[in-house]
């Protein structure tokens, strides 16, 4: 409300198109004034979309169903804020400053809830943990200027991410309501299609080649390193951490002894749905970023060679 506010006294409209055109004709590149209104926005995209430090309160909000939690945690309130600054995006090209903070933030916020997640017993504070990390890989496309990227990370993400929740909440019905990993194991025989379904959910996570996530999360870390290779190491290495929890979460849960016996509830009610969104947490991502980068214009960040050692050692960063 205080920027809509400013941005009126400033620029004459809070109409999105209008404050932006103003906004260039009014502020220099690095104008305080312009810096400080960016800022502002970022501080409310990051509670919005818990970085951090406004981070601690995606996990608790894990006590609703998994529907719930897909539908809010994958695709819609969450990400709310990665929108926010992409579609004020030309405040933050005016501003290197803000920029930087949002790259910095994402990147911040990719480490520590990669390592978070490696700590956690709770299958779905694993994957709010996760939800995070890649909130994280979106702010840091946001940060170098690949607005396209972290709009295609965005609907991948929701793709698999969706995918994760509802087969986990499947997981967990049939385990009698028991949400603790090491009360899980020896599962991916007794339910065959959570198990296919967490699965594709996880190596899309992760980002293995021919996966959506691959497509979305290679061109984050491929635009970070024309912005800087320090950005770059930093998002090569949350992917070798993401892989890793992944595996964890997918190890404990599924392979091992038995714990605790699962009972029957195959339905097509809850079936069917998975069974959609693995095949979109598979082929979402094949129609590519030009798609995307036609209706949300990019920074002209990100438009690299895949065949140089970059993209190599970008791609094998989730096997190492």
């Known amino acids: 409300m205080c920027i809509s506010v400013w941005l009126f006294r400033e620029v004459g409209s809070i109409e999105v198109q209008a404050a932006?055109?103003?906004?260039?004709?009014?502020?220099?590149?690095?104008?305080t004034t312009v810096t400080i209104i960016a800022l502002?926005?970022?501080?409310?995209?990051?509670?919005?979309?818990?970085?951090?430090?406004?981070?601690?309160?995606?996990?608790?909000?894990?006590?609703?169903?998994?529907?719930?939690s897909a539908l809010i945690h994958a695709a819609t309130m969450v990400t709310a804020g990665v929108y926010l600054i992409a579609r004020t995006h030309d405040l933050f090209l005016l501003s290197p400053t803000a920029q930087f903070a949002v790259a910095a933030v994402g990147l911040v916020t990719l480490f520590i809830s990669s390592f978070t997640a490696l700590t956690q017993r709770d299958i779905k504070r694993v994957l709010a943990y996760s939800t995070m990390s890649q909130i994280g890989y979106m702010f840091l496309a946001l940060g170098v200027g690949a607005w396209s990227a972290a709009i295609f990370h965005l609907m991948t993400h929701a793709f698999f991410k969706a995918l994760l929740f509802l087969a986990s909440g499947s997981v967990i019905l049939a385990l009698h309501h028991e949400q603790d990993m090491f009360r899980m194991g020896g599962l991916w025989k007794k339910l065959p299609i959570p198990f296919a379904s967490m699965l594709i959910g996880s190596v899309?996570?992760?980002?293995?080649?021919?996966?959506?996530?691959?497509?979305?999360?290679?061109?984050?870390?491929?635009?970070?390193?024309?912005?800087?290779?320090?950005?770059?190491?930093?998002?090569?290495?949350?992917?070798?951490?993401t892989a890793l929890y992944t595996t964890r979460m997918m190890v404990i849960t599924f392979f091992g002894e038995t714990?605790?016996?699962?009972?029957d509830h195959s339905h097509i009610n809850m079936w069917g749905p998975l069974l959609v969104l693995a095949a979109l947490a598979v082929g979402g991502g094949w129609y590519g970023l030009e798609a995307v980068a036609s209706v949300l214009p990019d920074g002209g960040v990100g438009e690299q060679d895949h065949f140089t050692t970059v993209a190599i050692l970008t791609m094998a960063a989730p096997f190492l």
């Open 204 to 241: 899309a996570l992760a980002a293995l080649p021919f996966t959506s996530g691959f497509y979305s999360k290679d061109a984050i870390v491929l635009a970070s390193f024309e912005y800087g290779s320090f950005f770059w190491a930093g998002a090569a290495i949350a992917a070798f951490m």
């Open 259 to 263: 714990k605790t016996e699962p009972h």
């Open 20 to 31: 932006m055109a103003g906004a260039r004709e009014l502020w220099p590149d690095g104008s």
């Open 40 to 68: 502002l926005l970022l501080g409310g995209a990051v509670g919005k979309s818990a970085q951090v430090p406004l981070q601690t309160w995606l996990p608790d909000a894990m006590a609703g169903p998994t529907p719930v």
